[in-house]
């Protein structure tokens, strides 16, 4: 089964990744900036460790953030 396939795994890496994200302190959202300073890591360096592309590392930021309202869902995404 693929990611594409499943919507609750999709939800479960969108949470994971933005986790993931939260644990580097990587800033998100709109005019966010990573890369002034040279020590911040980024989304694109993220994703790449996470081993997907910068697009579905973005799409994913999205569903969590799309998440975010539904608790419910989440925390049942987070017990799958």
Not at 23 to 38: H, L, P
Not at 39 to 51: D, I, R
Request: charged content about 30%; aromatic content about 2%.
């Amino acid at each position: 089964m693929t990611l594409a396939a499943c919507p609750s795994e999709r939800g479960v890496a969108a949470r994971m990744f933005e986790r993931l994200l939260e644990a580097k302190e990587v800033k998100t959202g709109s005019g966010a900036r990573n890369d002034r300073d040279g020590t911040s890591v980024t989304v694109s360096q993220v994703a790449e460790e996470a081993g997907v592309s910068p697009r579905t590392a973005s799409r994913r930021i999205g569903l969590a953030r799309d998440l975010e309202p539904y608790p419910e869902i989440a925390e049942d995404l987070d017990a799958a």
